[in-house]
């Protein structure tokens, strides 16, 4: 079966899309625009998947929603599962995730069972007129170039990074369908459980949240003067 669509893989916190998910659903519905195709999500968790879901549809043409208690916390083993079968029922031909501590685990996870590679920490991505590959650009040689990459098996898994993409605006408009699925998971497949979250308080404004950020370097002076050779 062709390959077609784009795919999100959605981050939920709070019971809400994680920013990087709307920066995916930014970049997602350029590339489904420019390749002619659906834009789809997928979105795993427990409780509040069902109202993240509904945001979701408002700019999408299909949600995947994978919600049962197992999902609750992430697991590589449980994710994992719940992305392969969605993908091996609907084969996209594009599958994004953030760049994310979730996003890097499952990445190369999802890829090796789906016969595939990914390429992480992409800041741009685009599609190839010629033959709709996908077109990922990432920094290397520790940022001091930029690498563009394409690969020819699919899905083609990409991960973003934070920040590297504009957010797109979701509203609750219910546009797109939902489709419910059921994990049918194994528990003794799941090798890995959360005993216990502790959530640490922050004072002020997040530097991932921060709109603008100012450092200095080791030409900087107390004088308040920048040094110049």
Same mark, same amino acid.
């Given at each position: 079966?062709?390959?077609?669509?784009?795919?999100?893989?959605?981050?939920?916190? %709070?019971?809400?899309?994680?920013?990087?998910?709307?920066?995916?659903?930014?970049?997602?519905?350029?590339?489904?625009?420019?390749? &002619?195709?659906?834009?789809?999500?997928?979105?795993?968790?427990?409780?509040?998947?069902?109202?993240?879901? *509904?945001?979701?549809?408002?700019?999408?043409? *299909?949600?995947?929603?994978?919600?049962?208690?197992?999902? /609750? #916390?992430?697991?590589?083993?449980?994710?994992?599962?719940?992305?392969?079968?969605?993908?091996?029922?609907?084969?996209?031909?594009?599958?994004?995730?953030?760049?994310?501590?979730? &996003?890097?685990?499952?990445?190369?996870?999802?890829?090796?069972?789906?016969?595939?590679?990914?390429?992480? #920490?992409?800041?741009?991505? %685009?599609?190839?007129?010629?033959?709709?590959?996908?077109?990922?650009?990432?920094?290397?040689?520790?940022?001091?170039? @930029?690498?563009?990459?394409?690969?020819?098996?699919?899905?083609?898994?990409?991960?973003?990074?934070?920040?590297?993409? =504009?957010?797109?605006?979701?509203?609750?408009?219910?546009?797109?369908?939902?489709?419910?699925?059921?994990?049918?998971? #194994?528990?003794?497949?799941? /090798?890995?459980?959360?005993? *216990? /979250?502790?959530?640490?308080? %922050?004072?002020?404004? *997040? @530097?991932? %949240?921060?709109?603008?950020?100012? =450092?200095?370097?080791?030409?900087?002076?107390?004088? &308040?003067?920048?040094?110049?050779?």
């Amino acid at each position: 079966m062709e390959n077609k669509g784009v795919m999100i893989f959605a981050e939920v916190t %709070d019971g809400k899309l994680a920013p990087i998910t709307r920066e995916l659903l930014g970049v997602g519905r350029k590339l489904a625009n420019d390749l &002619g195709e659906e834009l789809s999500v997928i979105i795993a968790g427990s409780g509040a998947v069902n109202t993240a879901a *509904k945001v979701a549809a408002g700019v999408t043409d *299909k949600v995947y929603a994978a919600d049962t208690p197992p999902l /609750k #916390d992430y697991s590589n083993e449980a994710y994992v599962e719940v992305l392969e079968k969605v993908c091996k029922s609907t084969h996209p031909r594009i599958v994004l995730m953030g760049h994310t501590t979730i &996003g890097r685990d499952l990445a190369p996870r999802a890829a090796f069972r789906l016969g595939t590679a990914a390429v992480t #920490d992409c800041i741009a991505l %685009d599609i190839d007129d010629m033959n709709k590959q996908l077109l990922m650009t990432k920094p290397v040689y520790g940022g001091n170039a @930029l690498a563009i990459f394409t690969m020819e098996t699919f899905p083609q898994i990409a991960t973003i990074r934070v920040k590297s993409m =504009t957010m797109q605006a979701v509203e609750s408009t219910g546009k797109g369908e939902i489709i419910n699925i059921a994990a049918e998971l #194994d528990p003794a497949a799941i /090798k890995t459980t959360v005993l *216990k /979250k502790v959530v640490m308080e %922050d004072e002020g404004v *997040k @530097l991932e %949240d921060a709109a603008i950020i100012v =450092t200095g370097g080791p030409g900087y002076r107390r004088a &308040g003067r920048i040094q110049t050779a």
